[in-house]
């Protein structure tokens, strides 16, 4: 409940008022809508579990334990969107015997609502993960991978718009480059665009032709390199470009304690969130609209699947 | 709630709102984390959509292969875990390639789980700790490029090797470097085996793109799960090495 308190806190101490505990119901009927994004990331076909083995992660994640969390903050919210960042596949025998239909399946039933393409979800081969898509029945976001002279042209989209409540929000995916990372052989002919180029482009045309409140991207990219700090990165992403307001990320399997907020190219925030591997956390992030007026962020909670 | 009382605060919040415009919404971010214990209910349906995928896997996946003595973790630059894993895979290349090698390596991103855990190792646990079809080739390389690598090595930050190598990690070069107790020589050419992945110039090892290089189609995970099946039974319990075979210099 702290989010709801913080709202009001925050309206209350901008008047120089004390802040209290207030019920949240003084803003139902107001011109507030909150959207709520669940992500996950880095998957990693962990269907089940961690066993309990005594190893590090025993007992945590587990998709079918991630749905009826989910569904609990969908009874309780009503504009939800859930996404994924990429690296769906491998890591588990699920995906060595049946090259991630289950995973697919699952996500499906969890009504994901978008995707983004990790490099290992191009370990089956570019021909396997277009094999796949079928058992997925949301859309696979990616607009920095040129797939026209593969099998996968046409299978994918650079973005899509959800709109909730009346608030639009356009949603872009970027992927990490494959040359160095994934053999050739399984990307084939896939061509990789420079991301940050690519989401300033995208980002604009959602906010400017396609008149998107909050734009949304969904990066492989990893969070930050400490070792290599020229390596393309959510962190440069947001300070780079102009019209992100809310980075979900992968790749680096970063555990987050809060998002990291950076500042983009013209002052404004971006909001960096990533939310583990495996499963064992689904992330959350509440944003509050008022009509005509850019949403914030102001309350963002990291839940564990333990 | 008191109409009343709300009326006041919603005045309160749109007049706060109004006047402070953007400011109400710093991304002042207020987070908090819900840990959800174990007792946490499953979803009956999936379940039923998983199990048959399961109970497919589990008939193969959980014959116990090996009795782990101790939990092994995998670290940079050294680790029990890792010596263990290239070790084997340089037992495992001399017998397939019938020739003598001087060493092997595993890319540090190709042992995937944090740590192999105490007790029974199943075939399962095998294909969580090598999840990917690699293959297991035998490279000959010329001292260059022999540096090269033991560099890209050290610039990761070390990786997983046998115990016929060792080095030490200065910066991001290679220094001390001893094969088979002998000093590292440019002038020599050496021979590695190492995942496929690698070879083909994978984790920015481009350069091994063009060594001279012998392959064969047997998958790594099978070769660790064959190497550890074709133990005698008074050879199931695994054997660790902790030697630390790479050390980063610090001054």
């Known amino acids: ?306 | 709630m008191n109409r009343q009382i709300k009326n006041v605060l919603l005045f309160i919040l749109l007049v706060s709102t109004a006047s402070c415009s953007k400011q109400v919404y710093t991304a002042d971010v207020d987070t908090s984390y819900y840990r959800i214990n174990y007792k946490n209910k499953s979803d009956k349906d999936l379940d039923k959509l998983i199990a048959p995928y399961k109970s497919q896997l589990d008939a193969q996946m959980n014959e116990v292969i090996a009795i782990n003595p101790e939990e092994m973790s995998k670290s940079r630059p050294s680790s029990v875990l890792g010596n263990w894993f290239s070790d084997a895979l340089l037992e495992e290349a001399i017998r397939i390639y019938g020739v003598d090698i001087d060493m092997s390596m595993q890319n540090y991103g190709g042992i995937r789980i944090p740590s192999l855990s105490k007790g029974d190792v199943t075939v399962g646990k095998i294909y969580e700790l090598m999840p990917f079809d690699n293959k297991l080739v035998l490279l000959e390389l010329d001292g260059p490029t022999t540096k090269k690598l033991f560099d890209r090595i050290a610039a990761k930050g070390g990786w997983p090797i046998s115990h016929t190598l060792s080095m030490d990690i200065d910066g991001e070069k290679a220094t001390n470097i001893k094969i088979k107790g002998e000093d590292f020589d440019i002038n020599k050419t050496y021979t590695v085996a190492l995942a496929d992945y690698v070879a083909d110039g994978g984790d920015d090892c481009f350069f091994l793109a063009d060594g001279k290089r012998t392959d064969n189609d047997l998958l790594i995970r099978d070769i660790i799960i064959d190497h550890l099946k074709n133990k005698s039974d008074s050879e199931k319990v695994i054997v660790q090495d902790k030697t630390i075979r790479i050390k980063t210099l610090k001054y």
């Open chain 1, 1 to 306: 409940m702290r989010r709801r308190d913080f709202i009001v806190r925050t309206t209350l101490s901008g008047l120089g008022l004390a802040s209290g505990s207030i019920p949240f119901s003084v803003l139902d009927d107001h011109d507030i809508t909150r959207l709520t994004i669940l992500h996950t990331n880095d998957v990693h076909s962990r269907v089940e579990p961690f066993p309990m083995d005594g190893s590090r992660n025993e007992g945590q994640g587990g998709v079918s334990r991630r749905a009826t969390l989910v569904e609990r903050i969908r009874n309780s919210e009503d504009n939800v969107l859930l996404f994924d960042c990429g690296d769906i596949f491998q890591g588990t025998p699920y995906f060595n015997f049946f090259g991630g239909e289950l995973e697919l399946k699952l996500m499906s039933e969890l009504k994901y609502d978008a995707c983004t393409i990790g490099n290992h979800d191009f370990d089956g081969g570019i021909d396997g993960l277009h094999d796949q898509m079928p058992n997925a029945n949301f859309p696979f976001l990616i607009a920095n991978y040129d797939f026209e002279n593969t099998i996968l042209k046409d299978k994918t989209k650079p973005y899509k718009i959800f709109v909730q409540n009346g608030i639009r929000v356009g949603v872009f995916g970027l992927g990490i480059e494959l040359a160095g990372l994934v053999p050739k052989a399984l990307y084939k002919e896939t061509q990789y665009h420079d991301p940050i180029e690519v989401g300033n482009k995208i980002s604009k045309q959602l906010r400017y032709d396609e008149k998107c409140d909050f734009v949304i991207c969904l990066s492989h990219l990893g969070y930050k390199y400490r070792n290599d700090k020229e390596k393309v990165s959510d962190v440069h992403l947001a300070e780079n470009t102009e019209e992100i307001d809310m980075i979900l990320g992968g790749h680096t399997h970063t555990f987050m304690s809060e998002p990291d907020i950076r500042t983009n190219k013209k002052g404004e925030e971006v909001v960096i969130n990533q939310a583990g591997w495996a499963g064992i956390m689904l992330g959350r992030l509440d944003v509050f609209f008022e009509k005509n007026k850019k949403g914030k962020c102001v309350s963002c909670k990291n839940t564990y699947v333990v």
